[in-house]
């Protein structure tokens, strides 16, 4: 099973940026769908954004501020953050799964290996 690490992160004003990184510990060339979730107290843990192969999907409350990408060597993945919210606050956890999901959100029914979650406070 891949294990997932996560880096990043931390405390940021609205209107600020921060890069989240996800570090495997396979290659996740192609063969996996990778995606980072958010979870406030309370609340479902919803998808935000999602890459296959290249192909990306945000959910519509970060599109156009949230960037997720893979580097070249294929066993990190990242979430830039721009233009945060307070609304934004939530830990966020990276997750991928073997099922491939190509331009749309993953459904966290089909994640197989989560991240330990990182806490992102967005003061206003």
């Known amino acids: 099973q891949v294990q997932l690490v996560e880096s990043g992160g931390g405390s940021v004003q609205a209107g600020g940026s921060l890069r989240l990184s996800c570090a495997a510990s396979v290659s996740l060339y192609n063969d996996y769908c990778l995606a980072w979730f958010r979870q406030t107290p309370g609340k479902e843990r919803e998808g935000v954004a999602a890459?296959?192969?290249?192909?990306?999907a945000y959910a519509d409350s970060v599109k156009g501020r949230f960037t997720i990408s893979q580097d070249n060597a294929w066993n990190t993945f990242y979430l830039q953050m721009n233009s945060l919210k307070p609304e934004d606050s939530a830990m966020y956890y990276c997750a991928s799964s073997r099922v491939h999901f190509s331009g749309v959100l993953l459904p966290q029914y089909f994640v197989r290996s989560w991240g330990q979650g990182k806490q992102v406070p967005v003061s206003s």
């Open positions: 890459i296959y192969f290249g192909n990306t």
